[in-house]
């Protein structure tokens, strides 16, 4: 078949010929200095190239891109077609509880629901729904399973009905790993095939580290789930061309500082520079000293630094993986191949490529730091971890506690014989006496008297994609705590340990090092293979703790190895949460307190007495190698991933029914259809005026996705808990939100719930509250919400800068709309919520640059109205919004219609994003 710009050629691979479209030959027409792209936008211009159809992709967007210039901004949409879609069950049931709303809204149009069907191949994991309900016990992963899957039958039911409901549909079962590290080390393949034509493996996902899979060389980002449904449903991903930010990486890490202390200081960095809405691209001799699971940090954790992704582009580290993880020779040589015909490969002395902006990073200026207390970005060098609880203690929770911390010493650097820096205090300095710090409460666990104060380490978990995919950080968390071990150390009886690998490869290797029994000593047993502390499902608290903090507010600490540490995240009463490497998260556990400095104060005493530190605990970087190489084989994998579809007895004992339209049950507390189509007609309605506005919100500054979108357990007393006992569910039944996510009814009275949201509307309250106006009354959001749609009254939220800042929950923007909100005026928005807003027919304003509530004079308490607001809206289009106080004074201000592009425009008119797909599909037959 004839291709645009004659770019369809052959290439000669070891299994035969395959077609590809040669970049090569738009250099060679003249468009432009293809071969000094950066490889991410190579990587879109392929796709556009393979997608011209004069429809969706004309010859003019290839044109264009293929010419691009880094001195130019954002300023062309095109339509990116990714190869597939990743999904987890968090995201995903309601993902796949739309499609079948869909189906159900097609019937009714009277079309062909078998049209509703994923056109793009789709992988959901599930990965989400296991809780450390048991914990530092040989059972504890057994008892999580069963706990899980009595908590979620219902919901394994619908996703084994979706697996055979719809074509192109995968689903890798309980227990088996997180779905961004079975997506690295097993269903990324780096180059696909279909129909005899190779081409980069691209993706979106429903989870923001999909970005994770960037460190193999794929180009993948997160997006809502009514996004990825659409993408799913054969529709591009439309975007304006991004900036693309070159990382240049040189020098190599000192002994001793892990693949997390460069994350965190990335993370600072970028955030620094600022990345919301571009790419990133690492680049420099600094990069290949960095193993594929190292790079595979960095690429997961680009949501925390703001980045659309963080790419490393495909070298001979990434074959090396390839093979490692027991992908086919053959994929390896086309690989290969391919991404070397293509100018997608790099090497150190390749030409330089051409970047919108350079960030340096000297990797030799990195040095051992965890972040916190609920930010990812707010890195706190280690030995400064100490003083900076302190000034959190009594700024970011208000704790009027005593003295001072006399002024810091000079940095006791570590240092080795050599003087080399290195991972223990040049000379061991006593532990002050803390004056500022003397609140204790006792505590009896199991017969173990303890003190807990300020600081106290109540969870330490080594958990998340982010780390647990690497070897290298694991077997260094266990060679630690051998050591610890060794030295008679013990974890503090307060501490809430947990091991969640991100593949079942982990715990191979740990077993096949003898470091297991090790971190089993130390109660850090495997609680199940998935995200479960990053994710908010941490569990309960022992009781006695969670009484002594609850009754004497204490500020409590969680440990991490995540990515995810923000308010209310972790677990409801853990106020100050921090990310570590995952030795450093042992370490912590061992000390009990984050109240402490590691390069100066003693971790613990040995039995006899003697002080321990974490120099003495801390493996070499020869002790982690030698421990990797003689621990972790390509064998591991291979025979870990055979059976990576098969799954436990407790999943193979569920029943697998098979039917076209899905049997909706009103009674089920999980799995609801949702409202959003049962009432669609063919017709869009339109752009409607938006008038006499209420705010059932005014927020602040980088108010976060887990502010807004409902996550973690809930309790009795909230609109959540009260919907369930009213249908006849006890309390200890609840579940979290996460797992309920299937049932609109539950999702919408958590919307806006979270413990640590403040509502400027509601003074003095914390936790999801709002002010009814006129009349005054004090209600939780929900219930306010529903007042006002009784009242025919639309809603609006005011916000603040980094709106909708953290994960790509599509509830995030599903619940607003349910809520009634029609609009969110803020300073700044986070690039996935904004989209999201727009996909679920919410208009994003903005104010223009130097306004802000604040500077308006705005109380919240005025009635809004969006002028200008009809079918004539066009994207970029600036409006007047008319605010009218209760005095009737009235304030006009301009706000920015972000709405970005034409096609989310008629995304917007039509209701939403799916709206518009199915409007579609249903007129064509």
């Given at each position: ?10 290439l000669?691979t ?26 991410t ?14 429809y ?6 290839v ?13 062309r ?87 055979n ?55 993948g ?10 993408v ?6 439309y ?19 892990t ?7 990335v ?10 809405g ?9 990069v ?24 490393f ?89 005593g ?25 061991p300095a ?67 340990t ?39 499902n ?20 969680g ?10 995240r ?33 971790v ?18 020869g ?34 029914r ?78 979290s ?7 609109h ?11 640590r ?37 639309p ?7 980094d ?23 803020a ?73 970005d ?7 917007y008119h ?14 064509e037959?």
């Amino acid at each position: 078949m004839a291709s645009p710009f004659d770019a369809r050629t052959s290439l000669s691979t070891a299994s035969g010929s395959v077609d590809i479209f040669s970049l090569r030959a738009l250099e060679n027409a003249g468009l432009g200095e293809v071969s000094t792209l950066p490889v991410t936008l190579k990587v879109l211009l392929e796709n556009l190239l393979r997608h011209c159809d004069g429809y969706h992709v004309g010859e003019d967007d290839v044109a264009y891109l293929a010419g691009w210039d880094p001195a130019v901004g954002e300023q062309r949409e095109i339509a990116y077609m990714p190869a597939r879609v990743l999904l987890q069950d968090f995201t995903g049931v309601p993902a796949v509880v739309d499609l079948a709303a869909l189906r159900s809204a097609m019937a009714r149009l009277g079309g062909d629901p078998k049209k509703i069907n994923p056109l793009i191949p789709a992988d959901l994991v599930i990965d989400h729904s296991v809780q450390v309900d048991r914990f530092g016990t040989e059972d504890s992963f057994g008892f999580n399973a069963r706990r899980e899957f009595e908590r979620n039958r219902e919901r394994y039911e619908f996703l084994k009905w979706g697996q055979n409901a719809f074509d192109n549909f995968r689903v890798v079962p309980p227990a088996t790993g997180i779905c961004h590290q079975v997506n690295l080390e097993y269903l990324g393949r780096v180059v696909q095939t279909r129909e005899g034509v190779a081409f980069p493996d691209t993706l979106v996902g429903t989870d923001s580290h999909t970005t994770m899979i960037n460190g193999l060389g794929i180009l993948g980002w997160g997006v809502g789930g009514i996004e990825a449904e659409a993408v799913m449903l054969g529709q591009p991903v439309y975007m304006l061309v991004p900036r693309v930010v070159g990382v240049r990486l040189t020098g190599e890490l000192r002994p001793g500082v892990t693949a997390t202390d460069l994350v965190l200081r990335v993370t600072e960095l970028l955030r620094e520079h600022g990345v919301v809405g571009k790419l990133v691209e690492y680049f420099g001799d600094g990069v290949g000293g960095l193993t594929l699971p190292d790079r595979a940090v960095l690429a997961n954790m680009a949501p925390e630094y703001g980045a659309t992704a963080g790419f490393f582009p495909v070298d001979a580290g990434t074959l090396e993986y390839l093979r490692f993880t027991g992908r086919d020779e053959a994929l390896v040589d086309l690989v290969e191949r391919y991404t070397k015909e293509q100018g997608l490969f790099r090497s150190d002395d390749a030409p330089p490529l051409r970047y919108s902006e350079v960030v340096e990073l000297d990797l030799s200026t990195v040095e051992p730091a965890i972040a916190g207390p609920k930010r990812p970005q707010d890195r706190i060098p280690l030995g400064r971890v100490k003083r900076a609880f302190f000034d959190a203690l009594r700024t970011t929770f208000n704790k009027g506690v005593g003295a001072d911390l006399p002024p810091p010493e000079e940095d006791g650097r570590w240092a080795d014989e050599g003087g080399n820096p290195s991972d223990g205090p040049a000379v061991p300095a006593p532990r002050r006496h803390d004056t500022y710090n003397d609140q204790r409460v006792r505590v009896d666990l199991d017969g173990v008297e303890a003190s807990l104060t300020h600081g106290a380490v109540v969870i330490a978990s080594l958990t998340s994609c982010t780390n647990t995919s690497s070897p290298t950080l694991m077997l260094g968390a266990g060679l630690l705590a051998k050591k610890a071990v060794e030295r008679g150390l013990t974890v503090r009886p307060w501490v809430k340990t947990s091991l969640a690998p991100g593949s079942r490869v982990v715990t191979r290797y740990l077993e096949a090092a003898g470091l297991l029994p090790y971190l089993e000593a130390l109660r850090f047993h495997l609680v199940g293979y998935g995200c479960t502390t990053c994710i908010g499902n941490s569990g309960p608290l022992p009781e006695p703790v969670a009484r002594a903090v609850t009754e004497n507010d204490l500020v409590v600490a969680g440990v991490l190895s995540g990515n995810r540490n923000f308010e209310g995240r972790i677990n409801p009463l853990v106020k100050a949460n921090y990310l570590a490497s995952p030795p450093l998260v042992v370490a912590y556990a061992l000390a009990g307190t984050v109240d402490i400095d590691l390069t100066r104060e003693p971790v613990a005493h040995d039995p006899n007495g003697q002080p321990v530190y974490l120099k003495d605990l801390w493996p070499t970087d020869g002790e982690v190698r030698e421990a990797v190489g003689r621990a972790v084989s390509a064998g591991m994998f291979g025979e870990e991933y055979a059976k990576v579809f098969e799954g436990t007895d407790l999943w193979n004992g569920i029943e697998a029914r098979g039917a076209e339209l899905y049997a909706w049950d009103p009674t089920s507390t999980y799995i609801q259809e949702p409202p959003f189509f049962q009432d669609l007609t063919l017709d869009p309605p339109g752009v409607r005026p938006i008038e006499n506005a209420r705010a059932l919100a005014v927020l602040g500054d980088s108010v976060t996705t887990d502010h807004i979108s409902p996550a973690g357990a809930f309790g009795p007393d909230t609109p959540a808990g009260r919907y369930l006992i009213e249908k006849g569910v006890a309390p200890e039944e609840f579940n979290s939100f996460g797992s309920r996510r299937g049932n609109h009814e539950v999702m919408m009275r958590g919307t806006f719930g979270n413990v640590r949201i403040r509502n400027r509307l509601a003074p003095g309250t914390e936790g999801g509250f709002t002010t009814h106006l006129p009349t005054g009354e004090v209600l939780p959001i929900y219930d306010a919400a529903m007042r006002y749609r009784d009242e025919g009254t639309p809603l609006v939220v005011l916000a603040g800068k980094d709106y909708g800042m953290g994960s790509s929950r599509d509830w995030a923007a599903k619940g607003t709309a349910l809520l009634g909100v029609r609009a969110v005026i803020a300073e700044s928005y986070e690039r996935i919520h904004r989209s999201n807003l727009v996909g679920m027919g919410v208009l994003p304003l903005q104010f223009q640059p130097g306004d802000s509530v604040e500077s308006l004079g705005l109380t919240g308490r005025e009635t809004f109205t969006v002028e200008g607001l009809d079918d004539r809206l066009r994207p970029g289009q600036t409006l007047t919004v008319r605010a009218r106080a209760e005095d009737g004074g009235e304030k006009a201000f301009p706000a920015l219609v972000r709405i970005d592009t034409p096609v989310e425009m008629e995304y917007y008119h039509n209701g939403g994003i799916l709206h518009t797909v199915l409007r579609r599909l249903a007129r064509e037959d």
